[in-house]
Protein backbone atom coordinates (compact mmCIF):
# COMPACT_ATOMS: atom_id res chain seq x y z
CA UNK A 1 0.00 0.00 0.00
CA UNK A 2 1.56 3.21 -0.82
CA UNK A 3 2.22 6.35 2.12
CA UNK A 4 -0.44 7.90 0.82
CA UNK A 5 -2.87 5.55 1.45
CA UNK A 6 -2.05 4.59 4.59
CA UNK A 7 -2.16 8.54 5.31
CA UNK A 8 -5.66 8.77 3.90
CA UNK A 9 -6.30 5.96 5.89
CA UNK A 10 -5.10 7.95 9.59
CA UNK A 11 -6.22 11.70 8.48
CA UNK A 12 -9.39 10.98 6.74
CA UNK A 13 -10.54 14.26 4.90
CA UNK A 14 -13.16 15.93 6.73
CA UNK A 15 -16.84 14.57 6.07
CA UNK A 16 -19.29 16.66 4.70
CA UNK A 17 -23.21 16.64 5.52
CA UNK A 18 -23.36 14.31 1.77
CA UNK A 19 -20.92 12.22 2.68
CA UNK A 20 -22.38 11.27 6.26
CA UNK A 21 -25.72 11.07 4.62
CA UNK A 22 -24.48 8.57 2.63
CA UNK A 23 -22.69 7.19 5.39
CA UNK A 24 -26.17 6.45 6.89
CA UNK A 25 -27.63 5.24 3.72
CA UNK A 26 -24.73 2.77 3.68
CA UNK A 27 -24.89 1.69 7.33
CA UNK A 28 -28.94 0.38 6.56
CA UNK A 29 -28.11 -1.79 3.34
CA UNK A 30 -25.13 -3.38 5.21
CA UNK A 31 -26.98 -3.55 8.70
CA UNK A 32 -29.38 -6.22 6.88
CA UNK A 33 -26.60 -8.16 5.87
CA UNK A 34 -24.96 -10.48 8.22
CA UNK A 35 -22.13 -12.19 7.25
CA UNK A 36 -19.55 -10.00 4.50
CA UNK A 37 -16.83 -11.64 3.31
CA UNK A 38 -14.21 -10.33 0.80
CA UNK A 39 -12.03 -12.40 -1.50
CA UNK A 40 -8.63 -11.04 -3.25
CA UNK A 41 -5.93 -12.51 -4.57
CA UNK A 42 -2.42 -11.17 -5.07
CA UNK A 43 -2.52 -11.99 -8.55
CA UNK A 44 -4.43 -12.78 -11.28
CA UNK A 45 -5.25 -16.30 -12.77
CA UNK A 46 -5.07 -17.97 -9.65
CA UNK A 47 -8.69 -18.47 -9.45
CA UNK A 48 -10.34 -15.89 -6.97
CA UNK A 49 -13.86 -15.24 -8.90
CA UNK A 50 -13.91 -19.41 -9.70
CA UNK A 51 -13.31 -19.70 -5.44
CA UNK A 52 -16.13 -16.43 -4.97
CA UNK A 53 -18.55 -17.95 -7.42
CA UNK A 54 -18.36 -21.40 -5.58
CA UNK A 55 -18.38 -20.01 -1.82
CA UNK A 56 -21.20 -18.23 -2.98
CA UNK A 57 -23.36 -20.72 -5.11
CA UNK A 58 -22.04 -23.42 -2.13
CA UNK A 59 -24.08 -21.04 0.92
CA UNK A 60 -26.58 -20.43 -1.46
CA UNK A 61 -27.52 -24.28 -2.10
CA UNK A 62 -27.02 -25.13 2.03
CA UNK A 63 -29.77 -22.46 2.25
CA UNK A 64 -28.50 -19.42 2.91
CA UNK A 65 -29.62 -15.82 1.10
CA UNK A 66 -26.24 -14.55 -0.74
CA UNK A 67 -25.38 -11.78 -2.61
CA UNK A 68 -22.23 -12.11 -5.06
CA UNK A 69 -20.75 -8.55 -5.38
CA UNK A 70 -18.10 -8.12 -8.13
CA UNK A 71 -16.02 -5.23 -8.04
CA UNK A 72 -13.66 -5.99 -10.53
CA UNK A 73 -14.56 -3.17 -12.72
CA UNK A 74 -12.24 -3.53 -15.61
CA UNK A 75 -12.31 -7.29 -15.89
CA UNK A 76 -15.77 -8.54 -14.39
CA UNK A 77 -15.84 -12.23 -14.62
CA UNK A 78 -19.11 -12.82 -12.58
CA UNK A 79 -21.66 -12.85 -15.57
CA UNK A 80 -19.54 -14.99 -17.34
CA UNK A 81 -19.46 -17.73 -14.52
CA UNK A 82 -23.01 -17.64 -13.51
CA UNK A 83 -24.33 -17.54 -17.03
CA UNK A 84 -25.63 -13.99 -16.91
CA UNK A 85 -23.73 -12.04 -19.28
CA UNK A 86 -26.82 -10.77 -21.52
CA UNK A 87 -28.58 -9.94 -18.19
CA UNK A 88 -28.85 -6.74 -17.54
CA UNK A 89 -30.09 -3.71 -14.22
CA UNK A 90 -33.23 -3.07 -13.85
CA UNK A 91 -34.26 0.25 -11.99
CA UNK A 92 -36.97 0.83 -8.73
CA UNK A 93 -37.50 3.61 -7.30
CA UNK A 94 -34.06 4.89 -7.54
CA UNK A 95 -32.70 1.77 -6.26
CA UNK A 96 -30.76 -0.80 -8.27
CA UNK A 97 -32.45 -4.38 -8.59
CA UNK A 98 -29.62 -7.39 -8.30
CA UNK A 99 -29.78 -9.99 -10.94
CA UNK A 100 -31.42 -13.04 -9.18
CA UNK A 101 -29.29 -15.90 -10.15
CA UNK A 102 -31.54 -18.44 -8.23
CA UNK A 103 -33.83 -18.31 -5.06
CA UNK A 104 -31.22 -17.48 -2.74
CA UNK A 105 -28.65 -15.98 -5.06
CA UNK A 106 -28.18 -12.39 -6.17
CA UNK A 107 -25.22 -10.99 -8.50
CA UNK A 108 -24.03 -7.59 -9.36
CA UNK A 109 -21.51 -6.39 -11.49
CA UNK A 110 -20.35 -3.62 -13.85
CA UNK A 111 -20.78 -6.25 -16.35
CA UNK A 112 -24.39 -5.87 -15.95
CA UNK A 113 -24.13 -2.30 -17.24
CA UNK A 114 -22.12 -2.33 -20.09
CA UNK A 115 -23.06 -3.08 -23.70
CA UNK A 116 -21.42 -5.99 -23.91
CA UNK A 117 -18.67 -8.17 -22.73
CA UNK A 118 -15.91 -6.81 -25.80
CA UNK A 119 -16.44 -3.07 -24.10
CA UNK A 120 -13.78 -1.48 -22.02
CA UNK A 121 -14.31 0.58 -19.03
CA UNK A 122 -11.55 3.36 -18.84
CA UNK A 123 -11.95 4.97 -15.46
CA UNK A 124 -9.58 6.34 -12.52
CA UNK A 125 -9.81 5.65 -9.04
CA UNK A 126 -12.67 8.60 -7.73
CA UNK A 127 -15.12 6.86 -10.66
CA UNK A 128 -14.40 3.64 -9.77
CA UNK A 129 -14.73 4.16 -5.75
CA UNK A 130 -18.12 5.89 -6.24
CA UNK A 131 -19.52 2.87 -8.35
CA UNK A 132 -18.10 0.57 -5.46
CA UNK A 133 -19.90 2.55 -3.03
CA UNK A 134 -23.40 2.36 -5.23
CA UNK A 135 -23.01 -0.91 -5.35
CA UNK A 136 -23.75 -1.23 -1.82
CA UNK A 137 -25.54 1.87 -1.11
CA UNK A 138 -28.26 1.99 -3.99
CA UNK A 139 -28.66 -1.87 -5.08
CA UNK A 140 -31.62 -3.54 -3.52
CA UNK A 141 -29.95 -6.47 -1.64
CA UNK A 142 -32.69 -7.34 1.01
CA UNK A 143 -31.91 -9.08 3.99
CA UNK A 144 -28.67 -11.40 3.39
CA UNK A 145 -27.04 -14.12 5.28
CA UNK A 146 -23.72 -13.39 3.01
CA UNK A 147 -22.48 -10.80 1.27
CA UNK A 148 -19.52 -12.40 -0.85
CA UNK A 149 -17.13 -9.60 -2.73
CA UNK A 150 -15.04 -10.68 -5.27
CA UNK A 151 -12.39 -7.73 -5.89
CA UNK A 152 -9.44 -7.61 -8.85
CA UNK A 153 -6.59 -8.73 -7.81
CA UNK A 154 -3.48 -6.84 -6.04
CA UNK A 155 -3.86 -4.18 -3.58
CA UNK A 156 -5.46 -1.03 -5.66
CA UNK A 157 -8.25 1.18 -5.35
CA UNK A 158 -10.99 -1.63 -5.52
CA UNK A 159 -9.64 -3.36 -2.04
CA UNK A 160 -8.94 -0.26 -0.22
CA UNK A 161 -12.12 1.11 -1.58
CA UNK A 162 -13.99 -2.24 -0.03
CA UNK A 163 -12.15 -2.16 3.19
CA UNK A 164 -13.15 1.27 3.83
CA UNK A 165 -16.91 0.68 2.97
CA UNK A 166 -17.31 -2.56 4.65
CA UNK A 167 -14.23 -1.65 7.67
CA UNK A 168 -16.24 -4.18 9.92
CA UNK A 169 -16.64 -7.13 7.16
CA UNK A 170 -15.99 -10.45 8.53
CA UNK A 171 -12.88 -10.95 6.85
CA UNK A 172 -10.92 -11.25 3.20
CA UNK A 173 -9.86 -14.88 2.35
CA UNK A 174 -6.98 -14.69 0.18
CA UNK A 175 -6.45 -16.92 -3.00
CA UNK A 176 -3.22 -18.18 -4.06
CA UNK A 177 -2.07 -20.69 -6.31
CA UNK A 178 1.09 -22.86 -4.74
CA UNK A 179 4.07 -21.87 -6.53
CA UNK A 180 6.58 -18.81 -5.48
CA UNK A 181 5.69 -16.64 -7.90
CA UNK A 182 2.13 -16.23 -7.05
CA UNK A 183 2.94 -16.68 -3.16
CA UNK A 184 5.39 -13.30 -3.54
CA UNK A 185 2.11 -11.44 -4.59
CA UNK A 186 -0.15 -13.08 -1.78
CA UNK A 187 2.28 -11.81 1.22
CA UNK A 188 1.22 -8.29 -0.40
CA UNK A 189 -2.07 -9.16 -0.03
CA UNK A 190 -1.82 -10.45 3.57
CA UNK A 191 -0.17 -7.24 4.65
CA UNK A 192 -2.38 -4.83 3.23
CA UNK A 193 -5.14 -6.46 5.13
CA UNK A 194 -2.97 -5.95 8.60
CA UNK A 195 -1.77 -2.46 7.81
CA UNK A 196 -6.39 -1.50 6.91
CA UNK A 197 -7.16 -3.85 10.23
CA UNK A 198 -9.00 -6.09 8.11
CA UNK A 199 -9.41 -9.31 9.39
CA UNK A 200 -8.10 -12.26 7.37
CA UNK A 201 -10.13 -15.56 8.04
CA UNK A 202 -7.85 -17.52 6.20
CA UNK A 203 -5.49 -18.65 2.74
CA UNK A 204 -6.64 -21.00 0.07
CA UNK A 205 -3.91 -22.73 -1.53
CA UNK A 206 -5.99 -23.23 -5.06
CA UNK A 207 -4.75 -25.36 -8.15
CA UNK A 208 -3.14 -27.38 -5.44
CA UNK A 209 -1.93 -30.97 -7.14
CA UNK A 210 -3.65 -32.73 -9.91
CA UNK A 211 -5.08 -36.70 -9.65
CA UNK A 212 -4.19 -38.26 -12.80
CA UNK A 213 -8.15 -39.97 -13.79
CA UNK A 214 -5.92 -42.77 -15.43
CA UNK A 215 -3.55 -43.77 -12.73
CA UNK A 216 -4.59 -41.89 -10.27
CA UNK A 217 -1.25 -40.63 -9.57
CA UNK A 218 -1.07 -37.25 -8.42
CA UNK A 219 1.28 -34.58 -9.81
CA UNK A 220 1.67 -31.15 -8.30
CA UNK A 221 1.89 -29.19 -11.52
CA UNK A 222 2.18 -25.82 -9.92
CA UNK A 223 4.20 -27.02 -6.75
CA UNK A 224 2.36 -27.56 -3.92
CA UNK A 225 2.50 -27.09 -0.04
CA UNK A 226 3.26 -23.22 -0.96
CA UNK A 227 0.19 -21.89 0.60
CA UNK A 228 0.08 -23.37 4.07
CA UNK A 229 3.65 -22.70 4.33
CA UNK A 230 3.23 -18.73 3.55
CA UNK A 231 -0.07 -19.14 5.74
CA UNK A 232 2.01 -20.41 8.95
CA UNK A 233 4.69 -18.16 8.36
CA UNK A 234 2.44 -14.96 7.72
CA UNK A 235 0.39 -16.04 10.95
CA UNK A 236 -2.96 -16.52 9.47
CA UNK A 237 -5.34 -19.54 9.18
CA UNK A 238 -5.49 -21.81 6.18
CA UNK A 239 -8.44 -22.73 4.70
CA UNK A 240 -7.65 -25.72 2.51
CA UNK A 241 -6.52 -27.01 -1.11
CA UNK A 242 -8.83 -26.72 -4.05
CA UNK A 243 -6.76 -29.52 -7.04
CA UNK A 244 -6.49 -28.67 -10.24
CA UNK A 245 -9.81 -30.07 -11.94
CA UNK A 246 -10.67 -29.77 -15.76
CA UNK A 247 -14.53 -30.10 -14.61
CA UNK A 248 -14.19 -25.93 -12.85
CA UNK A 249 -12.87 -25.00 -16.21
CA UNK A 250 -15.69 -26.57 -17.63
CA UNK A 251 -18.38 -25.38 -15.01
CA UNK A 252 -16.74 -22.09 -15.03
CA UNK A 253 -16.65 -21.39 -19.00
CA UNK A 254 -20.59 -23.41 -19.22
CA UNK A 255 -21.47 -20.56 -16.02
CA UNK A 256 -22.73 -23.31 -13.88
CA UNK A 257 -21.13 -23.23 -10.40
CA UNK A 258 -19.13 -26.34 -9.18
CA UNK A 259 -20.58 -26.03 -5.96
CA UNK A 260 -23.85 -26.27 -7.32
CA UNK A 261 -23.69 -29.75 -9.00
CA UNK A 262 -24.03 -32.92 -7.36
CA UNK A 263 -20.47 -34.47 -7.37
CA UNK A 264 -17.92 -36.01 -4.68
CA UNK A 265 -14.74 -35.23 -6.37
CA UNK A 266 -11.38 -34.00 -4.49
CA UNK A 267 -12.11 -30.89 -5.44
CA UNK A 268 -16.26 -30.89 -4.73
CA UNK A 269 -14.69 -32.63 -1.04
CA UNK A 270 -12.27 -29.08 -0.80
CA UNK A 271 -14.93 -27.06 -1.23
CA UNK A 272 -17.30 -28.26 0.59
CA UNK A 273 -14.60 -28.12 3.67
CA UNK A 274 -14.00 -24.62 2.99
CA UNK A 275 -17.59 -23.58 3.02
CA UNK A 276 -17.68 -25.53 6.58
CA UNK A 277 -14.65 -23.47 8.11
CA UNK A 278 -16.49 -20.49 6.88
CA UNK A 279 -19.68 -21.76 8.66
CA UNK A 280 -18.35 -22.54 11.34
CA UNK A 281 -16.47 -19.22 11.60
CA UNK A 282 -19.66 -17.40 11.09
CA UNK A 283 -21.53 -19.44 14.58
CA UNK A 284 -18.84 -18.33 16.02
CA UNK A 285 -18.61 -14.70 15.15
CA UNK A 286 -22.55 -14.11 15.28
CA UNK A 287 -22.10 -15.42 18.98
CA UNK A 288 -19.51 -12.77 19.63
CA UNK A 289 -21.93 -10.05 17.46
CA UNK A 290 -24.81 -10.22 19.41
CA UNK A 291 -22.50 -10.07 22.81
CA UNK A 292 -21.52 -6.34 21.78
CA UNK A 293 -24.80 -5.76 20.56
CA UNK A 294 -26.00 -6.61 23.90
CA UNK A 295 -23.22 -5.07 25.82
CA UNK A 296 -23.00 -2.07 23.29
CA UNK A 297 -25.97 -0.83 21.90
CA UNK A 298 -26.93 2.66 23.26
CA UNK A 299 -30.68 3.42 21.82
CA UNK A 300 -31.51 7.25 21.61
CA UNK A 301 -34.77 9.31 20.73
CA UNK A 302 -34.03 12.75 18.77
CA UNK A 303 -37.00 15.64 18.72
CA UNK A 304 -37.27 17.73 16.38
CA UNK A 305 -39.63 20.80 15.86
CA UNK A 306 -40.70 20.41 12.27
CA UNK A 307 -41.78 23.39 9.92
CA UNK A 308 -42.70 22.50 6.22
CA UNK A 309 -40.41 19.16 6.97
CA UNK A 310 -37.41 21.28 8.15
CA UNK A 311 -36.06 22.76 11.70
CA UNK A 312 -38.47 25.17 13.31
CA UNK A 313 -37.32 28.20 14.51
CA UNK A 314 -40.05 28.34 16.93
CA UNK A 315 -40.44 24.64 19.08
CA UNK A 316 -43.26 25.58 20.72
CA UNK A 317 -45.39 26.71 17.81
CA UNK A 318 -44.37 23.94 15.78
CA UNK A 319 -46.35 22.03 13.10
CA UNK A 320 -44.53 18.66 13.55
CA UNK A 321 -42.32 16.69 15.63
CA UNK A 322 -40.21 14.14 13.90
CA UNK A 323 -38.91 11.64 16.28
CA UNK A 324 -35.46 9.71 15.14
CA UNK A 325 -34.50 6.30 16.59
CA UNK A 326 -30.71 6.12 16.46
CA UNK A 327 -28.26 4.52 17.91
CA UNK A 328 -25.62 6.26 19.61
CA UNK A 329 -22.78 3.56 19.04
CA UNK A 330 -23.00 2.36 16.00
CA UNK A 331 -24.49 6.16 14.68
CA UNK A 332 -27.11 4.12 12.36
CA UNK A 333 -30.26 5.92 12.00
CA UNK A 334 -32.81 3.12 12.58
CA UNK A 335 -36.43 4.75 12.12
CA UNK A 336 -38.15 8.46 11.88
CA UNK A 337 -41.58 8.76 13.02
CA UNK A 338 -43.44 12.56 12.57
CA UNK A 339 -46.20 13.04 15.07
CA UNK A 340 -48.17 16.51 14.91
CA UNK A 341 -47.06 18.47 17.87
CA UNK A 342 -49.73 19.18 21.10
CA UNK A 343 -51.65 22.22 21.37
CA UNK A 344 -49.45 24.93 22.85
CA UNK A 345 -49.84 24.95 26.53
CA UNK A 346 -47.31 25.78 28.57
CA UNK A 347 -44.96 22.95 30.40
CA UNK A 348 -47.36 20.48 28.08
CA UNK A 349 -44.04 19.48 25.52
CA UNK A 350 -41.62 18.03 27.90
CA UNK A 351 -43.76 15.67 29.32
CA UNK A 352 -45.71 15.08 25.82
CA UNK A 353 -41.94 14.37 24.31
CA UNK A 354 -40.83 12.08 27.16
CA UNK A 355 -44.10 10.06 27.08
CA UNK A 356 -43.04 9.86 23.36
CA UNK A 357 -39.80 8.32 24.51
CA UNK A 358 -37.64 11.56 23.39
CA UNK A 359 -34.10 11.84 24.98
CA UNK A 360 -33.12 14.42 22.81
CA UNK A 361 -34.22 17.45 21.79
CA UNK A 362 -32.89 19.96 19.09
CA UNK A 363 -34.27 23.48 18.22
CA UNK A 364 -33.40 26.47 17.59
CA UNK A 365 -33.72 28.41 20.67
CA UNK A 366 -35.54 27.56 23.94
CA UNK A 367 -36.47 29.80 26.99
CA UNK A 368 -34.81 28.53 29.79
CA UNK A 369 -37.75 27.65 31.98
CA UNK A 370 -38.95 24.84 29.25
CA UNK A 371 -35.17 24.17 29.23
CA UNK A 372 -35.53 22.84 33.29
CA UNK A 373 -38.81 21.22 32.48
CA UNK A 374 -36.99 19.20 29.66
CA UNK A 375 -33.85 18.50 32.31
CA UNK A 376 -36.88 17.34 34.81
CA UNK A 377 -38.20 14.87 32.18
CA UNK A 378 -34.13 13.85 31.60
CA UNK A 379 -34.43 15.13 28.25
CA UNK A 380 -30.81 16.94 27.16
CA UNK A 381 -31.23 19.93 24.97
CA UNK A 382 -29.23 20.96 22.11
CA UNK A 383 -30.17 24.47 21.15
CA UNK A 384 -28.82 27.04 18.54
CA UNK A 385 -29.17 24.89 15.65
CA UNK A 386 -29.88 27.20 12.42
CA UNK A 387 -31.50 25.33 9.90
CA UNK A 388 -31.79 21.59 7.90
CA UNK A 389 -33.66 18.50 7.73
CA UNK A 390 -34.34 16.14 10.42
CA UNK A 391 -31.81 13.35 8.96
CA UNK A 392 -29.13 16.00 8.29
CA UNK A 393 -29.27 17.84 12.16
CA UNK A 394 -29.39 14.13 13.06
CA UNK A 395 -25.94 12.84 11.15
CA UNK A 396 -24.50 16.18 12.12
CA UNK A 397 -25.26 15.63 16.19
CA UNK A 398 -24.23 12.00 16.30
CA UNK A 399 -20.71 12.60 14.48
CA UNK A 400 -20.33 15.81 16.59
CA UNK A 401 -20.60 18.43 13.75
CA UNK A 402 -23.25 20.06 14.73
CA UNK A 403 -22.87 23.44 14.70
CA UNK A 404 -24.65 24.97 17.49
CA UNK A 405 -25.05 28.65 18.04
CA UNK A 406 -26.35 31.06 19.98
CA UNK A 407 -29.45 30.15 21.96
CA UNK A 408 -32.25 32.60 19.23
CA UNK A 409 -35.67 32.34 21.18
CA UNK A 410 -34.91 32.92 24.76
CA UNK A 411 -38.07 33.81 25.89
P1 LIG B 1 -8.85 -14.99 -11.18
O1 LIG B 1 -10.16 -14.51 -10.69
O2 LIG B 1 -7.87 -15.22 -10.08
O3 LIG B 1 -8.28 -14.14 -12.26
P2 LIG B 1 -10.37 -17.13 -12.42
O4 LIG B 1 -11.28 -17.53 -11.35
O5 LIG B 1 -10.89 -16.29 -13.53
O6 LIG B 1 -9.05 -16.45 -11.82
O7 LIG B 1 -9.75 -18.47 -13.00
C1 LIG B 1 -8.83 -18.48 -14.07
C2 LIG B 1 -8.97 -19.80 -14.84
O8 LIG B 1 -8.55 -20.86 -14.01
C3 LIG B 1 -10.40 -20.10 -15.22
O9 LIG B 1 -10.43 -20.66 -16.49
C4 LIG B 1 -10.84 -21.17 -14.20
O10 LIG B 1 -11.81 -22.06 -14.70
C5 LIG B 1 -9.53 -21.88 -13.96
N1 LIG B 1 -9.47 -22.51 -12.62
C6 LIG B 1 -9.66 -21.92 -11.43
N2 LIG B 1 -9.50 -22.80 -10.43
C7 LIG B 1 -9.21 -23.99 -11.02
C8 LIG B 1 -8.94 -25.30 -10.54
N3 LIG B 1 -8.90 -25.58 -9.24
N4 LIG B 1 -8.69 -26.27 -11.45
C9 LIG B 1 -8.69 -25.99 -12.78
N5 LIG B 1 -8.93 -24.79 -13.28
C10 LIG B 1 -9.18 -23.79 -12.42
Redo the contacts with the bound molecule.
Sequence with gaps: MSGNKESERQNPPKKSMDDLLERDKLNIRLNRINHKILVF?G???????????NLAAGLAKEGFKVGLLDI?IH?P?IPK?LNIENHKFSFKDETIQPINVSENLKAVSIGFLLEDNQTAVIWRGPRKMGVIKQFIKDVEWGDLDYLIV?SP?GTGDEPLTICQLIPDADGAII?TTPQDLAIVDVQKAITFCKQLNMKILGVIE??SGFTCPNCGKVFNILKSGGGIDMANEMDVPFLGR?????D??I???EGKPFTGLETTTP?AQAFKTIIDSILNFAKQNALHNVSIINKGENPMKIAIPLANGKLSMHFGHCEEFALIDVDENTKFIKGKTILTAPPHEPGLLPAWLADNGANVIVAGGMGSRAQGLFAEKNIKVVIGVREGTPEDIVSAYLNNMLSAGDNICDH
Design positions: SKGGVGKSTVAVDGSLDPVNMIPIDPIVSGDS
